[in-house]
T-cell receptor, first 114, second 113 residues
Framework: AQSVTQLGSHVSVSEGALVLLRCNYSSSVPPYLFWYVQYPNQGLQLLLKYTSAATLVKGINGFEAEFKKSETSFHLTKPSAHMSDAAEYFCAVSQEDQGGKLIFGQGTELSVKP | DTAVSQTPKYLVTQMGNDKSIKCEQNLGHDTMYWYKQDSKKFLKIMFSYNNKELIINETVPNRFSPKSPDKAHLNLHINSLELGDSAVYFC????????????FGNGTRLTVT
C-alpha cells in the first residue's frame, strides 16, 4: 500500500532563508509524486509533479523538488523564502491503475518570519 | 472562470439534518473526486467518479451519497448529519491518465451543531 510521511508538522524560517520541507513515500511500484500548497481558506494548488522524466522537478513560485529513489524521498525546497510562502504544504503520491487517487501526507505548515 | 467550483462555501446545520454540496468543473476532465479535510488538515479521499461511474468508495458511511448527473458535475448528499461530519469537503477533478494532477475547488466548510 502507498503512504506518504511528511517530517515536521510545522516549519518556521526567516524571510530570505532556505525552505526545506521533507517528504518520504512508500510505494511498491514506481510512484507519481506531487506537492500541493494550501493557503488559508482556499483549495489546494499544484506546485509541482514528478513525471519520471527528470529527478529534479521545478515548480511554480520558485519551488523545486528532487526525487531520490534510493531514499524514497521527494523533498521540497526553495532557496529564499518570501512572506507570501506561508501556507500549508502537502506531499502526495499516486499509482497507475489507482483511478487517479492521491494519498496525501499529513501536511507541513510553513511560517515565514520577517 | 473558476475551473472547479463548489457551493456553498460555508454550511452550518444541526445534527440529524440532510444537506447537499454541489460541484462543477469546466476543465473537460473525465474524473471527479470528493475529499474530506479534518480539523488537523488531514486529507482523505471519499469517492471518485469516472464518466459518471463510481470507481472509488473509501468505506464512507452510507449516509454519504455522491451523485454524478454528468461528467462535469459531482454532488455530495449527506443524510442524518452527525457532529463528526464537521470538516472541509473538497471537490477535485482530473484526467485519469499517468501523472495527471488533481485540480481542487475551494472547499465547503461544513459545521454540524
Amino acid at each position: 500500500a502507498q503512504s506518504v510521511t511528511q517530517l515536521g508538522s510545522h516549519v518556521s524560517v526567516s524571510e530570505g532563508a532556505l525552505v526545506l520541507l521533507r517528504c518520504n513515500y512508500s510505494s511498491s511500484v514506481p510512484p507519481y509524486l506531487f506537492w500541493y500548497v494550501q493557503y488559508p481558506n482556499q483549495g489546494l494548488q499544484l506546485l509541482l509533479k514528478y513525471t519520471s522524466a527528470a529527478t529534479l522537478v521545478k515548480g511554480i513560485n520558485g519551488f523545486e523538488a528532487e526525487f531520490k529513489k534510493s531514499e524514497t524521498s521527494f523533498h521540497l525546497t526553495k532557496p529564499s523564502a518570501h512572506m507570501s510562502d506561508a501556507a500549508e504544504y502537502f506531499c502526495a503520491v499516486s499509482q497507475e491503475d489507482q483511478g487517479g487517487k492521491l494519498i496525501f501526507g499529513q501536511g507541513t505548515e510553513l511560517s515565514v518570519k520577517p | 472562470d473558476t475551473a472547479v467550483s463548489q457551493t456553498p462555501k460555508y454550511l452550518v446545520t444541526q445534527m440529524g439534518n440532510d444537506k447537499s454540496i454541489k460541484c462543477e468543473q469546466n476543465l473537460g476532465h473525465d474524473t471527479m473526486y470528493w475529499y474530506k479535510q479534518d480539523s488537523k488538515k488531514f486529507l482523505k479521499i471519499m469517492f471518485s467518479y469516472n464518466n459518471k461511474e463510481l470507481i472509488i468508495n473509501e468505506t464512507v458511511p452510507n449516509r454519504f451519497s455522491p451523485k454524478s448527473p454528468d461528467k462535469a458535475h459531482l454532488n455530495l448528499h449527506i443524510n442524518s448529519l452527525e457532529l463528526g461530519d464537521s470538516a472541509v469537503y473538497f471537490c477535485a477533478s482530473s484526467q485519469v491518465r499517468k501523472n495527471s494532477p488533481l485540480h481542487f475547488g475551494n472547499g465547503t466548510r461544513l459545521t454540524v451543531t
